[in-house]
């Protein structure tokens, strides 16, 4: 299972950027994103969880509103549009995926780890 990330960059606050994460080796029914800043612990941004005839979201309070996470199914990837963005969004974008359904902000639920993405966002 690989989880393969892209999109990350360098932009000025106010900015946007998309992140992508392709899944690969299996299917998944909920995944998402971690970030950590240098010197910081590595902190929950937002998941996505589907079924059938639903799917659900859920976001960290600090990019509510700025960040929007979807999926396709087709592709087995997920992405995340970070638009309005500030220099404290600077960190190492990291995809996430769990072999469970529904959603969680805790590290110990997901099970695989994508290998990171650098956003650096400039004020």
């Known amino acids: 299972v690989q989880l393969q990330a892209c999109g990350g960059g360098l932009v000025q606050a106010g900015g946007s950027l998309r992140l992508s994460c392709a899944a690969s080796?299996?299917?998944?029914?909920?995944m998402g994103w971690f970030r950590q800043a240098p010197g910081k612990e590595r902190e929950f941004v937002s998941g996505?969880?589907?079924?059938?005839?639903?799917?659900?979201?859920f976001y960290a309070d600090s990019v509510k509103g700025r960040f929007t996470i979807s999926r396709d199914n087709a592709k087995n990837t997920v992405y995340l549009q970070m638009n309005n963005l500030e220099p404290e969004d600077t960190a190492v974008y990291y995809c996430?995926?769990?072999?469970?359904?529904?959603?969680?902000?805790?590290?110990?639920?997901?099970?695989?780890w994508g290998q990171g993405t650098q956003v650096t966002v400039s004020s």
């Open positions: 080796g299996r299917t998944f029914s909920s």
């Open positions: 996505i969880s589907w079924s059938d005839d639903s799917t659900g979201t």
């Open positions: 996430v995926a769990r072999t469970g359904v529904g959603l969680t902000k805790f590290i110990g639920g997901y099970n695989y």
